[in-house]
């Protein structure tokens, strides 16, 4: 049974909390999904279990709800959201592309890659958009982020807790990382997939144009920018410092766009709870 008192696995002290109020954490889950699809078994466990390319906007919405409630819910909601997750994931299997071996979708070391992309993105994207983290801040994302860790069913000891432990893992991961077939096709759906509404005249494609599909190009361009020199360049790209440079301006310059919108317009109601039991328990603690 929640409590009016539980702020969850993180709180308001937390900089889990303070990274994960930012908007602009939209298009670190568009990067997040560019990165984790060059991992050949990760993505060949998506392509193989879920309905993507059918319900693209549906997928976004139930992983963002995840994130969420696993970032603002009560200690509760995480853990019946992770017990969830762990039970789904313990059902699926699929097929190495490369070696034709079935495998567990729960192997540690692809849960592993699954986290690291994910957590890594979201501070990464959110300190080169302009949201004010030292050194420090970043450090204590990780380790604070093993507690999600725990929830898919990981050790929190056996995934990364600071950015040199990131970039380490990054180092040894690298020579199983590579441009697929799946990774391809993955890429070019994230970068032009169906709009949630029609708008704009029709191309033979099937890509209907028009501010959306353009807004959404220019958020997809900028979450390619912002992977780390060797995702580009496994994507085929160079790799070169002045698209990281681009990727950083467009990225600061989305987010004080999205600090003009009215909060109330970008707050869930996961996230509106959150506050509302901070505020009962500040009252409560001022009587």
Known sequence: MDRDDDLGLFGPGSVTW?????????????RSL?????????????????????????????????????????????????????????????????????FRIDEPELLRWV????????????????VPLSDADVDAYYDEQRRSAALVGLEPGSVPGSAAEVADYYREILPQLRMTKEAAETALFLTAPPMPWKVGPALR???ELGPPRWAYFGLAGTALGLLPSWARRLYGGLGLRSAEVSAQLSARG????????????????????????????GAVQAV
């Open 18 to 30: 303070a990274v994960h109020r930012e908007p602009i954490l939209l298009l670190a889950g568009l």
């Open 34 to 102: 560019y990165l984790q699809a060059l991992h050949p078994r990760a993505m060949a466990g998506v392509a193989q279990n879920t309905d993507y390319r059918n319900d693209p906007w549906g997928r976004l919405f139930r992983t963002a709800t995840y994130v969420g409630t696993v970032v603002f819910g009560t200690t509760a909601q995480a853990e019946a959201a992770g017990r969830r997750l762990r039970t789904l994931h313990a059902r699926l299997r699929a097929t190495d592309p490369l070696t034709g071996e079935e």
């Open 115 to 130: 986290h690291v992309a994910e957590v890594e993105s979201f501070i990464s994207t959110a300190k080169r958009a302009g």
């Open 205 to 207: 494609l099937g890509l």
């Open 254 to 281: 989305l987010r004080l766009a999205l600090g003009a919108v009215p909060r109330r317009y970008l707050e869930g109601p996961i996230y509106t709870a959150a506050m509302e039991r901070v505020a009962r328990l």
